[in-house]
């Protein structure tokens, strides 16, 4: 059977609404409203000329790219949410895009898996600098850089002060040796100025390390979030294939470590590079040349403190590489197991009600103990790692303050080096090893930090994915924009798939007019809420448009009606904010959908989420709809938790309520139609569910009197 196609009914008018409206903020739809494709604007003998005008200019002022369109076309309710800043906001919470996310990489055929598995995780380290290095960019923190540069300038000043600890060292030990009391006092005076400069350039050093970290986590978090929370991309995810589970954890835990970590690096191998080459010379100057015989010929070893620096730290840096070798993955691993169990109880948490109610407790202990199995045997392989690791650290460090002593010691005997050029050796020489032995004391720490660089880049590769395929998809996208012909909303030759190119609805067209009440019906698994999501743009995949009336808004009830942590004020109020109402107008609304007993605890904060039924939390989300008083409506079972008396009131004073609003209902309970002026219904058909039916509705209350007047006559009793 062909899809029903409704022939277009005459509007109402233009501006059914009424002059006045509520003071909720502009919903994501009106400010992101995009205008018909290119061409010569059409005139509507509706608008005012100014607003002809108006239009015609923002025509000129286009180009839009699709995205762009897609956007400014974008129905949801939600505008409020990215745009507002909390209050204690920091300065820097402010992240931006930075530079365009890569192509993604494909590995070659000729790979070998381990070799795409490289390939892979270099692509992933390559995608998060992308994005992390526009912190010190043009649309990066204003801080960056001359927190880097000071920074850069402690490190080196701090250098020098070791240095002039470093000869401190060498002239009291001199002096000792030569029982010079007067250098001794002296040198002990000025010790102390010594030690409270580089105290203080070290803590100063703490600051700005930290406040670079903290800022280049709140610049980078905000960055991706904004990507997340972006067209619906946090609901998609769940839809696609791709490295991204849980991503609440990577974006807390994994980027705190991507970018503190990065920070102390870099700062690291400076203040390592800085130290060596300074205190190479050092050892260079007061060591010289070691002569020693061998077979009967004298060797001479050139600078040997600083040769056996470099191969003492070869042995140690070489032993490390050699043992941590799996440090990498073995983190990621880890990582990925403690992310999976906080995912775990954070569901038990969540669903608290539906597993108490039927017993679950035993099944979710079990579950919880498989979860967090993995994370002990995960943890144990890793042990593994550190305890070898730990074994070449702790004996470099035991080491290193011996050997120069022991090298140094047949040139004290002989009178060639002073006590004190033997301990200014030793002081140099640890530190030389220091710096050389830093990816030593630092390479677990390392691998931790590019298992989380690989975990963020991973979510970063499929948010890339996503805004890729706003462009340019092969699986199509539905268009999005404006109806021409006062029509509330129209989909055009509409079919939504699934992103793997699966039809779930076809070939579907509708045209619903301003004020009409319209019931989408058909069986459980033929799409109606898929078509709901296409609706609302969470579901980007198919083809065909929906088009909206032009400066409508557009506000969504789902079955489970999301309930914000805080005051109930903020729950009514949601998403918009929640001082955008008077007490007496939350107050009013409330009591118009049965919860007036809780207008008392309107500024109480508490679990409100748990504490409300289902039956409450779906009346809360029809008050919402009162407050924000939008021009369309789509509720998706919205009552689907309330008796039928409590139904037909709520259904009732919506309509009484808001007379012009135009309802688009997804339900299976036939008592609505009575609430409605037309309904469809979807049919589950090969190839994808399709419209079948487009009927219009006489009221349930004109039905009833119809056949009481045919069984006992006009006005008779039962």
């Known amino acids: 059977m062909p899809p029903a196609k409704r022939k277009p009914r005459p509007a109402d008018s233009a501006t059914q609404r009424g002059a006045s409206k509520p003071p909720p903020a502009k919903a994501r739809h009106e400010k992101t409203r995009q205008s018909k494709p290119r061409g010569a604007p059409k005139q509507r003998p509706d608008k005012a000329p100014e607003d002809r005008q108006q239009e015609d200019r923002a025509q000129e002022d286009k180009p839009r790219d699709e995205k762009a369109q897609r956007e400014r076309a974008r129905p949801s309710i939600d505008k409020n949410a990215p745009e507002k800043q909390p209050t204690d906001a920091a300065p820097e919470a402010i992240g931006h895009a930075g530079s365009p996310p890569p192509e993604a990489i494909e590995p070659g055929p000729a790979l070998s898996p381990e070799e795409a598995e490289r390939a892979r995780k270099k692509y992933l380290l390559r995608r998060f600098w992308i994005s992390g290095r526009g912190y010190w960019g043009l649309h990066g923190d204003r801080l960056a850089w001359p927190l880097t540069i000071g920074l850069f300038t ?60 903290r800022r280049w986590r709140s610049w980078l978090t905000t960055a991706v979030i904004q990507r997340w929370l972006a067209s619906g991309r946090y609901y998609q995810l769940n839809l696609v294939k791709g490295d991204h589970a849980n991503p609440e954890a990577r974006l807390t835990e994994d980027l705190r470590i991507a970018t503190e970590s990065p920070v102390d690096f870099v700062a690291g191998v400076l203040n390592a590079f800085l130290s060596a080459s300074t205190f190479i010379v050092v050892l260079w100057t007061i060591g010289g040349a070691l002569s020693f015989s061998l077979g009967g010929s004298t060797i001479t070893v050139p600078g040997f403190l600083v040769v056996t620096a470099v191969i003492y730290a070869a042995i140690t840096s070489t032993s490390m590489f050699a043992i941590g070798r799996r440090f990498v993955q073995l983190s990621e691993d880890k990582n990925q197991a403690e992310a999976e169990f906080r995912y775990v109880l954070t569901r038990v948490r969540e669903n608290g009600e539906s597993i108490a109610l039927l017993g679950g407790e035993e099944e979710e202990n079990a579950g919880i103990d498989r979860t967090f199995a993995g994370v002990l045997g995960r943890w144990a392989r890793l042990t593994g790692q550190h305890m070898r690791t730990a074994l070449v650290s702790q004996g470099s460090s035991l080491f290193a303050p011996v050997v120069p002593v022991l090298l140094c010691a047949p040139k004290f005997l002989d009178g060639s080096m002073s006590l004190g050029q033997v301990m200014q050796a030793a002081s140099a020489f640890a530190i030389v090893q220091g710096a050389f032995g830093w990816l030593v004391d630092n390479y677990p720490r390392l691998a931790d930090w590019n298992a989380s660089a690989h975990r963020i880049a991973s979510l970063m590769m499929s948010l890339d994915g996503l805004e890729r395929a706003e462009k340019n998809d092969r699986l199509g996208r539905i268009q999005r924009g404006e109806t021409e012909d006062g029509a509330m909303l129209s989909l055009r030759n509409l079919c939504v798939t699934l992103d793997d190119g699966t039809s779930v609805v076809k070939e579907t067209e509708v045209e619903i007019q301003p004020g ?31 088009d909206f009336h032009p400066g409508k808004r557009l506000f969504m009830l789902p079955q489970r009606p999301y309930i914000p942590s805080g005051t109930l004020r903020r729950a009514s109020a949601y998403p918009a904010a929640a001082d955008n109402w008077k007490t007496k107008e939350i107050d009013a609304a409330l009591d118009k959908v049965g919860l007036g007993y809780l207008k008392d605890r309107l500024e109480e904060e508490a679990p409100w989420d748990q504490t409300l039924s289902g039956g409450e939390k779906q009346r809360l989300a029809f008050a919402r709809l009162l407050l924000h008083a939008p021009d369309i409506v789509v509720l998706d079972e919205a009552t689907s938790a309330l008796d039928e008396k409590s139904q037909d009131k709520m259904m009732q004073t919506v309509i009484q309520v808001l007379p012009r609003v135009t309802i688009i209902s ?42 009481q007047r045919a069984l006992w006559g006009s006005g008779g009793k039962g």
């Open 666 to 707: 997804v339900a299976h309970r036939a008592e609505l139609e009575a609430f409605h002026t037309r309904k469809i219904t979807l049919e589950r058909r090969e190839g994808g569910a399709r419209l079948v039916s487009d009927v219009e509705l006489v009221s349930r209350k004109k039905k009833r009197g119809l056949i």
């Open 154 to 213: 402690l490190i080196c000043v701090n250098v020098g002060f070791q240095y002039g600890i470093n000869r401190w060292n060498r002239a009291i030990f001199d002096a000792i040796e030569q029982r010079d009391a007067h250098t001794v006092y002296w040198l002990s005076a000025i010790f102390l100025p010594l030690v409270a400069g580089s105290i203080s350039l070290v803590v100063a050093q703490v600051y700005l390390r930290m406040t670079m970290q």
């Open 516 to 546: 009409e009440r319209v019931l989408v019906s058909g069986e459980s698994g033929t799409g109606k809420s898929t078509l709901v999501r296409a609706i609302a743009g969470l579901w980007p995949w198919g083809s065909g448009s929906v």
